[in-house]
């Protein structure tokens, strides 16, 4: 999974719609082993017609992923979780080789993220509202927990999968759709990862 055919296969490929395909930009990058200095493949920058597909998109699939209970959209989660076990010594292997963090840390980086979708997870259970005791005579007062629709997570380079896995999982237990926008330095790392979710999430 993170040999050179993985990254060779990603090239300027972008995740949209649980769909991997070419962008249509004709602006990248090269993504550089920072070991041996090897071009490992080479990133698109996204356009701004593709922006506002994703957007799109994701607006769509909050509304299917709101639509699921609490206890079901928790269930899909942990197989997203159970997923990012499965796959961890190549998803560790291929942060390693794109931006040099010591394996050790990077398979460390994918259990953290486990744990915190797994917090998310059980959290999301829970997505009843409350009555609150009166102020004032003859007022109901109560809250409701009610996802904000589509969210946008900017991610940087150090841990790509960690701060990821707190944001989006978070987001996601609240009924949000997530886009991610991946830190140029760990862009295939990212969207091996959120082929995970990709797996066992809508679309």
């Not at 356009?47 to 206890?71: F, R, Y």
């Not at 946008?152 to 990821?164: D, E, G």
Request: proline share 5%; with cysteine.
């Amino acid at each position: 999974m993170s040999g050179p055919e993985t990254f060779s296969e990603l090239s300027r490929t972008i995740l949209v719609d649980g769909q991997f395909r070419r962008s249509t930009s004709t602006e990248g990058r090269d993504v550089v082993d920072p070991a041996t200095e090897e071009v490992l493949t080479e990133l698109a920058e996204t356009s701004p017609d593709e922006i506002d597909h994703a957007v799109a998109c994701g607006h769509a699939a909050q509304k299917t992923w709101w639509a699921m209970s609490g206890l079901e959209r928790a269930e899909a989660m942990h197989e997203v979780a159970n997923e990012l076990l499965r796959i961890r010594q190549p998803l560790a292997e291929a942060l390693t080789r794109e931006m040099g963090k010591p394996y050790k840390e990077s398979a460390d980086e994918v259990d953290w993220s486990v744990s915190a979708i797994r917090y998310y997870a059980e959290i999301g259970r829970n997505d009843m509202g409350r009555v609150i005791g009166n102020a004032v005579a003859g007022h109901l007062n109560y809250t409701l927990k009610l996802p904000l629709g589509v969210v946008v997570s900017i991610q940087p380079f150090n841990y790509p999968m960690t701060l990821l896995a707190w944001e989006g999982a978070a987001a996601l237990a609240a009924g949000n759709a997530v886009i991610v926008k991946p830190s140029e330095y760990t862009s295939i790392t990212t969207l091996l990862f959120a082929e995970a979710f990709n797996r066992h999430l809508p679309p």
